[in-house]
């Protein structure tokens, strides 16, 4: 009871603190793109006055390089906060949202996904074959974010020296569902498999070529973890991973 009071009030204090700390930021961003509007103007100003060279050239520093890449510094840092305190919002609500526990085709489920990620899976030239899976009981909104999830990293850590073989497959197993996403990308470090499920931690934070905010696995461990099920990790670097998810039958 008491550990049920602990992290209820934490994930109350993560909602308000995140949801709080939007308003000033806001304020931050939009003064910021004003004075970014201010400094154009003055810019426009001194144009069309007539001043000596030495007087322009005081001005050129301050107006050209040290305020704009000041304001470019600070919208990039907000903007980064901006994002940092969605996740946090995204996370919080998650825990206080209900489950409506209904069975799920998990074919049609399965289906749905495959159609939603058509293009990703085209422009990726992905194989995705997937056996004939078992019945699940689960809310299918949050079920269907776990596998999407999973197939969505599958696709951007593909290694892109081969041929990208994604493959789903699923048994029963002492009263659960065992499902297992299986794929041939990079790989995952034994340093980095429990990692990677908390929050905000990104396997290559440094690529920009994979968009990401580092909330995707912890967001689909806190699913699972409703739900009663376990998520866990079997992978080595350059031979693909295989991501199994216990639901209830």
């Known amino acids: 009871d008491e550990l049920r009071y602990k992290n209820k009030e934490m994930e109350q204090i993560v909602y308000v603190a995140s949801h709080d700390l939007r308003s ?4 931050i961003q939009g003064f910021s793109k004003e004075l970014q509007e201010s400094l154009n103007q003055i810019a426009t100003i001194l144009d069309e006055i007539d001043l000596p060279v030495e007087a322009r ?14 304001l470019r510094f600070i919208l990039a840092s907000s903007s980064k906060m901006d994002a940092l305190l969605s996740g946090l919002l995204r996370v919080s609500r998650l825990g206080r949202a209900s489950i409506n526990m209904k069975e799920l085709d998990m074919n049609k489920l399965i289906s749905d996904i495959t159609e939603t ?13 997937i056996n004939e899976l078992p019945s699940c009981r689960g809310d299918d909104v949050k079920i269907n974010q776990v596998f999407s999830n999973l197939l969505d990293n599958a696709l951007k ?7 990208c073989i994604i493959m789903l497959s699923g048994k029963k197993e002492d009263g659960h569902i065992v499902y297992c996403l299986e794929d041939n990308g990079i790989g995952i470090a034994e340093k980095h498999m429990e990692k990677i499920f908390e929050i905000f931690h990104r396997l290559h934070p440094g690529d920009s070529d994979v968009a990401g905010d580092g909330l995707g696995l912890s967001i689909v461990r806190r699913i699972i973890d409703r739900h009663g099920g ?6 080595e670097p350059g031979k693909g991973s295989k991501f199994f998810v216990t639901l209830p039958e």
């Open 24 to 27: 000033p930021l806001l304020n």
């Open 57 to 70: 050239a005081k001005f050129a520093e301050p107006l050209e390089e040290d305020i704009p890449d000041s």
């Open 117 to 129: 990620f058509s293009y990703q899976i085209k422009e990726a030239k992905a194989r995705f074959p």
């Open 157 to 163: 850590y593909r290694d892109r020296k081969r041929d």
């Open 230 to 235: 376990k998520i866990w990790v079997e992978s």
